[in-house]
Each structure stands twice: as C-alpha cells, then as structure tokens.
C-alpha cells in the first residue's frame, strides 16, 4: 500500500520484503501505517517483459495494458524509457557477410536494424522517421568501412534500400526476403481465390518458407 505520507522523518525502514529485492517496508511513525516503496530502476526491470513483447511480438499499447494491468501512459514512459538507454552496439568484423536489412515501425519512429543471417547477430541499428536512401547508404559504408566483407543483402525490396546498396556496393548480391514476398504475395491472391490458377499459386506461396535456398 502506498503511503499517504511523504517520507520524512515520521518515517521509519522496517525491513525488506522477503520475497522481492525490489521493495522496502516503512512504517509511518504518526499513524503506524505500513507501506512499501519500489525502486525506480526496478520498476523498469520489472516490466522488460511487457516490452519485449512490444517490440519483438509488436503487441498494441491496448492489449499489454490489458494483460499486464499498467496504463497505456505508463507503458509508454517505460517503453521510452528503455529505449533511451538501449546498448552501444559493437560491429564485429566478418568475411562473407549475409547481412539482412529490415525496418520495424513504431508509433514515433522507425528502427533499422543491419543483422547477420548467420546467428542473428545486430551489427547496427538507426533510429529514423522512414527508410531513407541517405542514412541507409551511410549505414552501408560504414559497416564496409569497419570491416564487414559483404556477400550478399537481404531485403524487403524498400526502393531507397536497393538505391542505396546500387550506391555503396554495386557487386553484392541482393536478394528479397521470403517471408516479404509470401506476405504479398498472399495479400495479393486473397485468402480464397476464385480460380483455380490463383489457388494453385496460393498453394505454391505457402511453401515457400519451407524450400532450402543454400
């Protein structure tokens, strides 16, 4: 229970909850009221699942207030929070780099991540408004500039993307990512095609995810 009371010297500590490090006891010396104080830092450790689920699940502000209890404010401020201290990401030099380019958007930007298809390895990330042919060609020439051999890129076929590696890296081979492509692809032939051509393709787009393509 929260105190009613700011704490002062009316207030004193009367030991840990035994089940979480993340909270103390106090108790007000005017009224005898217990009541428990959370840690800031803590608070935000505690709701880094909400979070993942949020950028990883990409789960609307409605559904983890729902699930989770918290506000839809504040989840923001936590999200935005955590966001403001995301990691310096170290670029690791690599032969033969498979690298895929993908842009997530949220509510008030847009990520774009570079990763390694090999492990999954995140070898930069950008903060941005859009996918802008500009920064994606800069992103570019720095990885090459740090080390990384590139050997082929996958995308979702975004133009300013292809303008960009046309730009930095002519020679590298550029491939569409699959699992775009079905999406469209689905998207365009409807769930129930009326002609049997269009089911037959139907059919076919299903499987590809499921095709090796080394």
């Not at 207030?11 to 217990?34: A, V, Y």
């Not at 950028?55 to 609307?60: G, K, M």
């Not at 859009?130 to 080390?147: A, C, F, M, S, T």
Request: aromatic share 8%; proline share 2%; with cysteine.
């Amino acid at each position: 229970m929260q105190s009613p009371h700011p704490q002062s010297q009316s207030q004193h500590e009367s030991g840990c909850d035994p089940q979480s490090t993340s909270q103390k006891r106090f108790k007000c010396k005017n009224c005898g009221i217990l009541f428990t104080s959370n840690r800031k830092e803590q608070r935000i450790k505690n709701r880094f699942t909400w979070f993942k689920k949020w950028v990883l699940e990409r789960q609307t502000y409605k559904t983890l207030s729902r699930d989770s209890g918290y506000s839809i404010d504040t989840l923001q401020r936590t999200f935005y929070t955590l966001l403001e201290q995301a990691p310096q990401i170290k670029i690791i030099k690599r032969g033969q780099v498979n690298l895929r380019i993908d842009a997530t958007y949220f509510k008030k930007f847009c990520l774009l991540a570079y990763q390694d298809d090999l492990d999954g390895y995140t070898q930069l990330i950008r903060f941005s408004d859009g996918e802008h042919y500009v920064e994606i060609k800069e992103d570019l020439d720095n990885l090459i500039r740090l080390g990384l051999q590139l050997e082929s890129i996958t995308t979702d076929g975004h133009k300013s993307i292809l303008k960009a590696i046309k730009k930095s890296i002519s020679d590298v081979k550029v491939q569409r990512c699959l699992v775009h492509i079905q999406r469209m692809c689905l998207l365009w032939l409807t769930r129930y095609p009326k002609h049997e051509s269009g089911q037959q393709l139907r059919g076919l787009i299903l499987m590809l995810q499921n095709k090796n393509t080394q």
